[in-house]
């Protein structure tokens, strides 16, 4: 009988990890994945920032 339990726990195991697999790699139904929608962000981030007339910082100590 321990013997099996041995061999029904990597089963189980590798069922599991099948099972998690298909579901991470499943086809997302938002929308919103990929490199497009991330640089899209990116571009209206930038044009905010641009436009709210805060000075940049250059990195260095005046003071």
């Known amino acids: 009988m321990a013997s099996l339990a041995w061999l029904l726990i990597p089963l189980f195991a ?6 998690w697999a298909s579901w991470a790699t499943r086809a ?14 990116y571009a209206k981030f930038r044009a905010a920032m ?3 007339g805060a000075k940049t910082d250059t990195g260095t100590d005046a003071a």
């Open 28 to 41: 997302r139904k938002s929308g919103r994945t990929g490199d497009v929608t991330e640089l899209a962000g």
């Open 14 to 19: 590798a069922i599991g990890a099948a099972l």
């Open 50 to 52: 641009e436009s709210s």
